[in-house]
């Protein structure tokens, strides 16, 4: 259980700081012609808003809003780790996944092998793929963005409910270290590709990551909740 420091502060006035902080991300995101979402339509765009914000209010009226805003945060790294891992480099401009590149299990190297991984992990995407994969490569990017500016939403919330900015960097930064790792490595074996991890590494991995899908619980039931919440706002 993680434990919020300003019981003091009444919950609405928390969740109405995070939300105005929140709206100002997005807003930004969207205005950036280089950003995650500036090339989105404008329904796209509203529709990423209201669930962030449908989100917003669920971990608010939770009875443990820090418990639930991490179960959220568990959830999209773990989605933005499984995509990431084929755009980490040290060359990459989001510094989430140049950072990547500091971890013993992350290559770099997944989107030079892209030829070997797409007929495997994207089936129906390289089916209908051109010869340089560019639907595998555009869903990559996609599935990426959306879950990446999801996570960071979390990490907004999180850091107005510790009142600790640096703490909720530090969570989110804990999380992915281990994410990408582990979704490189299940890529690896899937894939017959050289492991970067020894098996002590892999059993630990994949304990760690255990742990936290059950923290988490249910994805789909959990994202379901959002988009009722969406729906009915």
């Known amino acids: 259980m993680i434990k919020a420091e300003n019981r003091d502060i009444p919950r609405f006035s928390i969740a109405d700081a995070a939300r105005a902080r929140v709206a100002t991300y997005l807003y930004q995101a969207y ?3 280089e950003g995650l979402l500036g090339n989105l339509d404008r329904w796209t765009q509203r529709r990423i808003t209201d669930e962030n ?8 009226e939770s009875d443990d809003p820090a418990e639930a805003c991490y179960g959220d945060l568990i959830r999209e790294i773990d989605t933005e780790a499984e995509y990431g891992i ?4 040290k060359s990459a401009q989001e510094r989430h996944l140049s950072r990547a590149m500091d971890e013993p299990g992350v290559s770099g190297d997944l989107c030079d092998a892209i030829t070997t991984i797409a007929p495997k992990l994207f089936p129906d995407e390289t089916a209908h793929s051109t010869s340089n994969l560019d639907l595998v490569r555009v869903t990559i990017q996609a599935r990426h963005d959306r879950a990446h500016v999801d996570a960071t939403v979390s990490e907004i919330i999180m850091a107005h409910l510790l009142d600790d900015a640096e703490a909720a960097r530090d969570m989110t930064n804990a999380l992915r270290a281990l994410q990408y790792a582990y979704h490189e490595n299940v890529v690896r074996r899937c894939c017959e590709l050289p492991l970067l991890v020894d098996d002590h590494g892999e059993r630990d991995l994949q304990i760690m990551v255990t742990e936290l899908a059950s923290r988490a619980g249910n994805y789909e039931d959990r994202i379901g909740q959002i988009l009722k919440q969406a729906d009915a706002a």
């Open 86 to 89: 084929y755009l980490a480099s």
């Open 53 to 60: 914000m449908a989100k917003l209010t669920l971990v608010f």
């Open 31 to 33: 205005a950036s012609d």
